[in-house]
């Protein structure tokens, strides 16, 4: 039985392959990567394996009966590398496709919601059986700002009032890890999200109290911070994705409160302040 971990040496698929090889034998598991050179730290069999080359795939997943599907970090082309994964899976005879989708895919205000929920929707229309990891924001999305912020005295952004319910990359590797590592989760759609939430001016306080500098959250409309962001360099259409995104966390659509992360991998999700400690 061999499990397929896509996006491997990526920031998730590395995480997942860690937590995998405390729960199953190494040479069950396969990366499933761009370059397999830079997979040999894995210490696990790698193979060649470009979302954007449908050709290949399928010799790729010859021998592979359970799959990761880690989503494209492309946004904008997803639907359609996702598609041809799916196509090569169903040919190389997957019998089960694991897929890391958005919390609340199929209803979010998020811009990157509907790449994922096109994904789902193609899950379901190959008759592969499938569960969907639904993960919610990843704790670095934010603490990975902390420089620029302490840097510039304040954190900005378009979240208001918006709890954020998130956990580091990590804890979702985990629940992947556990999924493919366990019977029973087959036909599953998981919400995932942090135990617990907090708004962007909680999160500047965490970090004004683990630095000693007073670090206040400056709250702008989406337009206006998606011009600061092009004007400190990010360009122009991500600019306006991320601001975007905390519009949406305005609108609550990184707020989870049923804990099905922690009972997933059987403790709590990691804090909020271990995650900014961490990244100070």
Do not use: C
């Not at 959250?217 to 975007?244: D, R, T, W």
């Amino acid at each position: 039985m061999k499990t397929g971990i896509t996006g491997a040496t990526g920031q998730l698929g590395r995480l997942v392959v860690e937590k995998l090889k405390g729960k199953v034998n190494n040479d069950t598991l396969v990366a499933l990567v761009r370059s397999p050179e830079k997979a040999s730290s894995l210490g696990i069999e790698a193979r060649a394996f470009d979302y954007t080359r449908p050709d290949t795939l399928a010799e790729a997943l010859k021998g592979i009966d359970h799959l990761l599907l880690i989503s494209s970090n492309e946004v904008g082309q997803r639907r359609a590398q996702h598609e041809n994964v799916i196509n090569a899976a169903r040919e190389a005879g997957v019998k089960w496709i694991v897929y890391t989708s958005l919390l609340y895919a199929d209803r979010s205000s998020l811009s990157l919601a509907k790449e994922h929920a096109d994904t789902e929707q193609l899950l379901k229309e190959s008759g592969i059986p499938h569960t969907i990891l639904r993960n919610g924001w990843y704790t670095e999305n934010y603490t990975g700002s902390i420089d620029g912020a302490l840097q510039a005295g304040a954190f900005i952004g378009s979240a208001g009032e918006g709890k954020i319910s998130s956990a580091p990359r990590e804890d979702y590797a985990e629940a992947a890890a556990v999924v493919l590592s366990e019977e029973g989760h087959v036909g599953k759609v998981y919400e995932l999200a942090g135990d617990t939430s907090y708004t962007l001016k909680e999160l500047a306080a965490e970090v004004s109290k683990q630095t000693g500098k007073e670090i206040p959250y400056n709250n702008l409309p989406e337009g206006e911070y998606a011009k600061v962001l092009a004007s400190a360099g990010v360009p122009e259409e991500f600019a306006h994705a991320i601001a975007q995104w905390d519009a949406g966390a305005s609108n609550n659509d990184l707020f989870n409160d049923e804990r099905v992360l922690s009972k997933l991998i059987g403790r709590p999700t990691t804090p909020l302040s271990d995650t900014v400690k961490r990244a100070i």
